[in-house]
């Protein structure tokens, strides 16, 4: 090139001095950019290989958990079922039941979920007693003993009491969670 024609334009000579070193400093700053987007990703990324196992396994024990609570807590749905299963389990047991009353609380004031709440009064012996409260807990998963009151129902020998037992079994939709 002609070193003249810069010399006739200055404007030409000042964008030839000008724009390489712009051109220089735009490609770094972008480049440098990407590459730290690009190292973001990576991080990011093995994070997540890092964390997704885990989270595989707490999604596949959080499924497991839900179909066992579909076998096992959602075969009761009704308070007539609980008095029937209840009776049942006390019959098993040796458990004499004198009353027993089941009442719905709807979710709300503090509940996430509906529950059927039972009251039994009955006698037996703390073996019996004991054994009855093990087997309602044991078959029903949602099933959960609230409170026990016991008293001796004779002075003599025969070592009965008088329990009164509180239970509180929380209502599974079959469909996939709580109702």
Same mark, same amino acid.
């Given at each position: 090139?002609?070193?003249?024609?810069?010399?006739? /334009?200055?404007?030409?000579?000042?964008?030839?001095?000008?724009?390489?070193?712009?051109?220089?400093?735009?490609?770094?700053?972008?480049?440098?950019?990407?590459?730290?987007?690009?190292?973001?990703?990576?991080?990011?990324?093995?994070?997540?290989?890092?964390?997704?196992?885990?989270?595989?396994?707490?999604?596949?024990?959080?499924?497991?958990?839900?179909?066992?609570?579909?076998?096992?807590?959602?075969?009761? +749905?009704?308070?007539? +079922?609980?008095?029937?299963?209840?009776?049942?389990?006390?019959?098993?047991?040796?458990?004499?039941?004198?009353?027993?009353?089941?009442?719905?609380?709807?979710?709300?004031?503090?509940?996430?979920?509906?529950?059927?709440?039972? /009251?039994?009064?009955?006698?037996?012996?703390?073996?019996?007693?004991?054994?009855?409260?093990?087997?309602?807990?044991?078959?029903?998963?949602?099933?959960?003993?609230?409170?026990?009151?016991?008293? +001796?129902?004779?002075?003599?020998?025969?070592?009965?009491?008088?329990?009164?037992?509180?239970?509180?079994?929380?209502?599974?939709?079959?469909?996939?969670?709580?109702?």
């Amino acid at each position: 090139m002609d070193v003249g024609t810069f010399k006739a /334009s200055g404007a030409r000579l000042t964008a030839w001095l000008v724009i390489p070193p712009v051109l220089i400093v735009v490609c770094g700053v972008g480049g440098a950019l990407l590459e730290r987007r690009a190292h973001w990703e990576t991080a990011r990324i093995e994070a997540l290989s890092e964390a997704l196992p885990q989270l595989v396994d707490a999604r596949m024990n959080a499924q497991l958990l839900l179909e066992h609570f579909k076998e096992t807590g959602g075969s009761i +749905q009704s308070e007539e +079922q609980l008095i029937a299963f209840l009776r049942e389990t006390a019959v098993h047991a040796g458990f004499s039941v004198d009353t027993l009353k089941v009442d719905r609380e709807v979710a709300g004031k503090g509940r996430n979920t509906d529950t059927l709440a039972a /009251s039994v009064k009955g006698t037996g012996t703390l073996a019996v007693i004991q054994q009855f409260m093990r087997d309602v807990g044991a078959s029903q998963d949602l099933l959960s003993d609230d409170a026990i009151k016991l008293t +001796q129902a004779h002075v003599d020998e025969s070592g009965e009491y008088r329990a009164e037992l509180s239970f509180e079994l929380l209502l599974f939709n079959a469909a996939g969670g709580a109702k």
